[in-house]
């Protein structure tokens, strides 16, 4: 806290009375000076330098471990074979079907309002659920804890998996999309923003409770406006991840381009296909262009 | 640039410390048997270099830090016996003022300024964002008191960090407080703002009659700024007598060494 004020010894205000003596003989400066000193005594170099040299080949022998054909059968001859098989139709990919676009509006249309709207409700429930697993904004260690535990749960889960799930109990639809995404989207923004928190500047937060008032007064009023950027950023990422998630949640019945991208793959329609990955690129390309504005107003 | 009568309280407190002692949880003793009464309306400096225990001490006055054992006493309320309703109500009517300033940099400085009036607000209030009328006006008084009212509507992080400290004071004044605690005030500060910040701590203590206690480690700021100074050195009080006639010998049996430049603001 007075770290900067604390005088240090040898620290410039105490030196030249004691550095006087030690003057005439050359000072450190003078470069061959230093012959009659005593040697300098430099503390022992801290053991443990060969750990990360360990972890790298603890890492490259778990790889080679893994491509070798005994550990799960990693067949090069397989892969080069298939992958002459694939060669024409990723030439289809490159010639898309452009007469196909009037049936993949509604679709994508669909697709754009399942990411707007998870990432809108995603964004409420993450809001508060952030402070509370964070230690400067939760100091109750109980609480925090089964916050972040409920939360590593939640994000353990792959979306797809939620969508599969959620399609088998609420039926077929947008809705069981949308709420695998909001679940998928309260994970990603509690992780990021309450990790921002943690790392953040307490002095505001005790400022608050000096002054006598709750923890949730406290979060309202200092820790909610210096926590926002990372909140909105957090935000718009998911909404970029949405667009992407949401096309591919179709696959198992749970609305938007999934769906046609599902039908389109079974005919081997990799020029329609391609036509949708394509709008894909684009609804992804405007969100980022859209959202690297708003950020720049932001901060 | 004087103060209003309303955030003039109707009556300080006195601080009454007796035999307190804090232990922190790695095992240093930041404090060792304090005991220190202090008046209502007294103006103490509190002196020692960093780790003797001052910041210790200023935050066992408002109940931020624990004491391990001994008891701490403001006005009628004894810090250790309270509820959490009780301890925020308590605070509330003590101002503290930071180093570092401390305030929520991304917001505007009413917003900041308000905080001080959390302890009176309830929490529905809180979260719209609705104060009343009545404690906007206590706020925009504690501003144009310390002469930044124009700085209202601006965000705290574009204020220099003179500015920065006044605004703190305001968020103290706008609490109404019957003590005011300032750890290390101007340490952050360059010498004309660190004059500015204590003579707005002074006016608080002569115009409105409300006990300071302030910890500094410069002595001519303690000298100048203090009717009365504590003295810290190693959790214990080493010094307790007027601030004004303390001798050199003084500061040197507190500090534990010869004074040095680094002793004294200057300016």
């Known amino acids: 806290m007075k770290t900067t004020q604390t005088p240090r010894p040898g620290a410039a205000g105490g030196v030249p009375a004691a550095g006087g003596a030690q003057a005439a003989g050359g000072t450190r400066a003078a470069g061959d000076g230093t012959a009659g000193r005593p040697p300098l005594a430099v503390p022992p170099r801290p053991a443990g330098r060969w750990k990360p040299w360990a972890a790298l080949a603890v890492v490259l022998l778990l790889t080679a471990a893994t491509l070798s054909p005994w550990a799960i059968g990693f067949d090069a001859d397989a892969i080069a074979r298939n992958w002459r098989n694939g060669a024409d139709r990723i030439v289809r990919l490159f010639s898309p079907d452009w007469s196909f676009f009037p049936r993949t509006v509604e679709p994508m249309l ?21 402070m509370w697993a964070a230690r400067p904004t939760n100091p109750d260690r109980w609480t925090r804890g089964a916050v972040r535990l409920a939360l590593n749960v939640v994000r353990a889960v792959p979306e797809l998996l939620y969508a599969a799930v959620l399609v088998a109990m609420v039926g077929v639809g947008a809705l069981p999309g949308v709420i695998a995404l909001v679940l998928f989207n309260v994970g990603i923004i509690v992780k990021m923003v309450s990790e921002t928190i943690d790392g953040s500047d307490r002095g505001p937060l005790e400022a608050g409770r000096a002054a006598g008032a709750t923890q949730t007064q406290i979060n309202r009023t200092i820790a909610l406006p210096d926590m926002l950027p990372s909140f909105v950023n957090q935000t718009l990422y998911v909404l970029e991840l949405n667009v992407r998630a949401s096309s591919v949640l179709g696959l198992v019945g749970a609305g938007g381009l999934g769906l046609l991208v599902d039908a ?32 720049r107003r932001l901060v | 640039m004087t103060l209003a009568p309303q955030q003039v309280t109707s009556r300080s407190w006195p601080v009454r410390v007796r035999d307190v002692t804090v232990r922190y949880p790695g095992g240093v003793t930041a404090l060792d048997g304090v005991t220190l009464d ?57 101002g503290m003022i930071f180093q570092s300033f401390n305030l929520a940099r991304r917001t505007t ?4 300024v308000l905080v001080g009036r959390l302890a009176h607000t309830p929490t529905w209030r809180t979260l719209l964002g609705a104060y009343t009328a009545a404690d906007k006006q206590l706020a925009f008084e504690a501003l144009d008191s310390v002469g930044i009212l124009d700085k209202t509507w601006q965000r705290a992080s574009n204020l220099s960090g003179g500015q920065q400290q006044r605004v703190a004071i305001a968020r103290a004044l706008t609490q109404q407080p019957r003590i005011v605690l300032a750890d290390e005030p101007v340490a952050s500060l360059d010498p004309p703002s660190a004059h500015a910040v204590m003579g707005d701590l002074r006016r608080i203590n ?47 049996e507190i500090y534990g060494r010869s004074i040095r430049q680094q002793d004294v603001l200057g300016g």
């Open chain 1, 110 to 130: 669909e697709t754009l309002q399942m990411a707007v709207v998870a990432t809108v409700v995603g964004a409420a429930v993450a809001l508060p659920v952030s």
């Open chain 1, 264 to 295: 389109v793959r079974t005919y081997y329609r990799y020029d329609q296909l391609s036509l949708i990955i394509l709008e894909i690129l684009v609804a992804v390309l405007v969100i980022d262009l859209v959202s690297s504005i708003v950020r």
């Open chain 2, 38 to 94: 202090i008046e209502a309306g007294e103006m103490v400096s509190v002196v020692g270099l960093s780790g003797s225990g001052k910041s210790t001490l200023i935050r066992t006055i408002n109940g931020l830090v624990p004491v391990t054992s001994g008891e701490v006493t403001v006005g009628e309320h004894t810090l250790g016996r309270l509820s959490g309703r009780q301890a925020r109500a308590v605070r509330g009517s003590i």
């Open chain 2, 109 to 112: 400085v009413l917003n900041n």
């Open chain 2, 206 to 252: 002569t115009e409105l009659g409300i006990t300071v206690l302030t910890n500094l480690h410069l002595l001519d700021l303690a000298r100048e700024y203090g009717t009365r100074m504590i003295g810290l050195r190693a959790g214990k009080v080493v010094y307790d007598g007027p601030a004004a006639t303390a001798s050199d010998a003084v500061f040197e």
